[in-house]
């Protein structure tokens, strides 16, 4: 496997989820089970610019990273793991819900799988 693909799988889903959050904000919120609010839609628009700027980072990784690529790796299968075990808590506690919420972790769970096993070549 291409030591870049994980890093652009993440990339490209954090640029589509920036989007969604930024211009499509009560789309975005309403099928986790979020209550729709003036202060829940800035949270998500910040939250938006947050991830797009983490996808930035994550698609520009493979480029500028060199011999740390390895590192990296693990890095994001870290941050992976974290999201992993975030929206899985929160999902077992009924904090959020849906389809929207189940996609997310088999991405995540899949991604961070792919990063760790990256990371050991």
């Not at 954090?14 to 904000?25: D, G, H, K, Y």
């Not at 089970?33 to 609010?37: E, Y």
């Not at 480029?63 to 870290?78: E, H, N, R, S, Y």
């Given at each position: 496997?291409?030591?870049?693909l994980?890093?652009?799988i993440?990339?490209g889903?954090?640029?589509?989820?920036?989007?969604?959050?930024?211009?499509?904000?009560?789309?975005?919120l309403?099928?986790a089970?979020?209550?729709?609010?003036p202060?829940?839609?800035?949270?998500a628009?910040?939250?938006?610019?947050?991830?797009?700027?983490?996808?930035?980072?994550?698609?520009?990784?493979p480029?500028?990273?060199?011999?740390?690529?390895?590192?990296?790796?693990?890095?994001?299968?870290?941050v992976?793991?974290?999201y992993v075990?975030?929206?899985?808590?929160?999902?077992?506690?009924?904090?959020?819900?849906g389809a929207?919420?189940?996609v997310?972790?088999?991405?995540?769970?899949?991604?961070?799988a792919?990063?760790?096993?990256?990371s050991?070549?």
């Open positions: 496997m291409n030591p870049s994980p890093f652009r993440f990339g889903m954090a640029f589509l989820r920036a989007a969604q959050a930024l211009f499509m904000t009560e789309g975005y309403a099928p089970g979020v209550t729709v609010s202060g829940t839609i800035l949270l628009q910040a939250l938006g610019i947050i991830t797009l700027c983490l996808g930035l980072v994550a698609w520009r990784i480029d500028v990273a060199g011999d740390a690529m390895k590192p990296l790796g693990q890095l994001f299968g870290i992976a793991a974290i075990a975030f929206l899985g808590y929160n999902t077992i506690v009924s904090d959020v819900g929207t919420v189940y997310l972790l088999a991405v995540y769970i899949a991604l961070g792919m990063f760790f096993m990256n050991k070549k």
